[in-house]
């Protein structure tokens, strides 16, 4: 007779409640006798969202609020179980701190979207680093988005070894009570997020083109630290996850500029854009081509301004001839990369 498992299931978004009912089924299915919670977190607030577009200090606070708002979602959860518990977390801040709050060796905690960026500050990423090592002991599980990281992440913690575990991506899109976007322009291209951007590149290919069309880029304060020329180019930090699909939608087409660390990048624009089967520019990382060809995107070559620009300029002017790239990505976006396709993957390492 098989024993009942208690799993605790805690979400990055608030809006997965309304698909909680299907959720549950897929879970008991690979599960079965479970008894299952959700738990949701979210981090759509109006400081936050004023943190966010604030220049200099605006990124130091915006993170502190973060971290700040996983704690206690952390504490919350933690004081609600008793015994033996796995915990499937796909907010990577909150499983860091359940790990530390967690009982030691009762709680079989997976970590998803685990993510070791490179830092200038030498101080800050040996701190970061001896912080990773404390958790590792307690999790059970990191579930990386690209499989380069694997090599990489058992490099920088070889008594972890064993514990990265490789799995695709999946978010869905339309939970959303998405925003209007509201643009100055009739007409113009896109691209935006945070994590390892080359917007420099971007911005320098951009404006060798002949286009007229604006490119319109939405992001932080702390990812632009370069001239560029304002009448071609607009810089947007006050687009969040609300509007940010409408941003996408009303778009030519989609840019996605990333610097080849050879840790995952990108993903969460890349499939928000597939799922609107836009034509999608994107930079020829690892990361990247483990989920798309080129039969769904067109490939630069990362930090190449003159091919950026090149590819650019081809696809304004053979737009038609590469909408059926858009089509492709969007089919695959529902066959592979929905979030029901991400928990089934995940379900598979519980």
């Known amino acids: 007779m098989q024993m009942p498992v208690s799993v605790a299931i805690i979400l990055d978004e608030l809006e997965y409640k309304k698909k909680e009912s299907l959720l549950r089924k897929v879970i008991e299915k690979s599960i079965p ?4 919670s959700f738990h949701y977190t979210t981090y759509e607030n109006p400081v936050i969202r004023q943190l966010f577009k604030l220049k200099h200090v605006g990124n130091f606070l915006y993170h502190l609020a973060y971290w700040l708002q996983s704690f206690l979602y952390a504490v919350k959860i933690r004081v609600l179980f008793k015994g033996n518990l796995t915990v499937v977390c796909f907010n990577p801040i909150v499983g860091y701190f359940l790990s530390l709050l967690a009982p030691w060796s009762a709680w079989r905690i997976i970590l998803l979207g685990f993510l070791f960026e490179p830092k200038s500050n030498k101080t800050y990423y040996g701190l970061r680093k001896a912080f990773v090592r404390v958790i590792a002991a307690r999790v059970a599980a990191f579930v990386v988005y690209s499989e380069a990281e694997i090599c990489l992440y058992e490099t920088l913690f070889p008594k972890s070894a064993g514990k990265f575990r490789y799995v695709l991506y999946g978010r869905d899109f339309d939970l959303w009570n998405n925003r209007s976007f509201s643009s100055p322009y009739e007409i113009y291209v896109s691209s935006g997020g945070g994590s390892n951007r080359d917007y420099a590149t971007l911005c320098r290919a951009y404006e060798a083109t002949n286009t007229q069309i604006p490119l319109c880029i939405a992001t932080q304060p702390e990812n632009i630290k370069f001239k560029y020329n304002t009448s071609k180019i607009n810089i947007r930090y006050d687009i969040r996850l ?6 996408l939608q009303k778009s030519k087409l989609v840019i996605l500029p990333l610097m080849d660390y ?4 990108g993903h969460m624009v890349l499939l928000h854009a597939m799922q609107l089967g836009k034509i999608i520019i994107v930079a020829s990382v690892p990361s990247v081509r483990e989920y798309v060809t080129d039969k769904e995107v067109i490939f630069y070559e990362p930090g190449n301004v003159h091919d950026l620009s090149d590819k650019i300029a081809d696809v304004m002017i053979k737009i038609e001839e590469y909408r059926q790239r858009g089509e492709n990505a969007r ?6 990369f929905t979030f029901n396709a991400l928990l089934n993957r995940t379900l598979q390492i519980v």
């Open 331 to 336: 089919r695959i976006y529902t066959e592979s």
């Open 242 to 247: 609300d509007r940010f699909g409408d941003f």
């Open 33 to 36: 006798h479970s008894t299952i």
């Open 262 to 265: 050879g840790i995952s990048a």
